[in-house]
Structure formats: C-alpha cells, structure tokens
C-alpha cells in the first residue's frame, strides 16, 4: 500500500487488482518512519463504508493479516487503505476474491504473422500438475490446446493456483533470442493472482489482459 500526502512508502501487498482467497497480508513502510508511529488499516466491501480492521506500531514495518469472517462470492472487490497517526491516508488499493481453486491457468501468445507452428512453453514449479511436467523437455515444449482472437492459447492443468506458473516460451530445443526464445528469461505467474496472462512476440512484458 501506498502512503499519501507529504508521506512517502514502499508499495507493499496486496498488488493492485490481484485475486485473493481466505485473507489478505498488509504490509506498509512510512517514509520517513518514526518509533511512535501508528497505522490504523481499512477495508471497503465493494461500494460499502470504510471499516477499520486493526492497528500496528510495530515499528518499522507495519502489517497486518486480514481473514475474511464473511461469506464473500468470487468477483467481489475489496479495497484497503491506511491512516498514519490518525492524518496521513494512503492511497486505495482493491482486490477481488476468487473463492473457487482454479484447475487451469492459462497463456495468450500473439505473433502478428500467425507463424506459430510449434512454439510451447517449457514450464516448471508445483503450480502444474506433475503429469503435465512429465511430458515437458526442452525439446517438447507444452502446445497450444487451441486459438483465440488474441492468438495461440495454451490451457495449463493446475495442481495449486496459490504458487507461480514458471516458463519460457520457446521453440523445441530453441534458446536464440528473438528467433527461437522469447525475450524475458525465466517468467512467472501466480495463477489465483492472474488466471489468464497475454504475451507479445518479441516483448518480455507479462500483461493482465489482451
């Protein structure tokens, strides 16, 4: 979260617009930061009142876990915020909550030609199921499982959403840069964070949507 008004901060979790499940870590550093500092946190469900959730002076970090006591259904918007010795407010930032555990997560791969033939991606990590990893090497990337207006798709089974998806996205046996591996070296997402990623031939970006 981010401090307001004459206070600087660190950007701290949750990340802006990211899925959460269960509860949320909040995390905020004043700048400057004083012993006698106290952070009061705030929560808004959806286009609720602001409710405070707790207080921190543990100098010089100040945090708190947030546990959802309600019932809350995916999509939900939940937004935070904080207040520093009762003056300074930092800025929102908002979540959605994504009660179901996701069974896939999946890449959107656009090259401008359509030139796809068999770009894959080579994948590790304990975010995808282990039979999957199983057929994966170097030389046999992962394929697209079907296309979309964006381009290839390749639709990952999953085994836990909460971990990173690491990859590359590659030609079989390819490790040149730009002609058969993508820019960007080791890549990663979290899948409860960011169920669908786009990527851009030639761009080493991760991007949230097409």
Known sequence: MEA???????????????NVRGGVDLEIVPVPEHASDVVRFERRIGSGAWTVIGTDSSSPVYSMRDTFSLDLPTGTQISYRAT?????????????????????????YNR?????????????????DPAVLAT?????PFQRTGTDSFG?????????????????MHLP???SVPS??????????????HPHIYLRQG????????
Do not use: C
Not at 136 to 140: E, Q, R, V
Not at 180 to 193: A, N
């Open 4 to 18: 307001g008004g004459n206070l600087g901060a660190r950007p701290k979790p949750p990340n802006a617009g990211s």
């Open 203 to 210: 761009d080493p970006a991760i991007y949230f949507n097409p």
């Open 180 to 193: 058969t591996r993508e820019p960007g070296g080791d890549r990663s997402f979290v899948p409860l964070d």
């Open 84 to 108: 520093l010795n009762g003056k300074v407010v930092s800025a929102i930032r908002s979540v959605r909550v994504q009660k179901e555990t996701l069974a896939v997560a999946t890449v959107h």
């Open 136 to 140: 994966i090497a170097w030389d046999k």
């Open 152 to 168: 290839a798709v390749y639709e990952i089974p999953l085994v836990n959403d909460t971990v990173p998806v690491n990859f590359i």
């Open 112 to 128: 401008p030609a359509g030139d796809y033939g068999q770009w894959g991606l080579h994948m590790w990590g304990d975010a995808v």
């Open 173 to 175: 046996s390819g490790d």
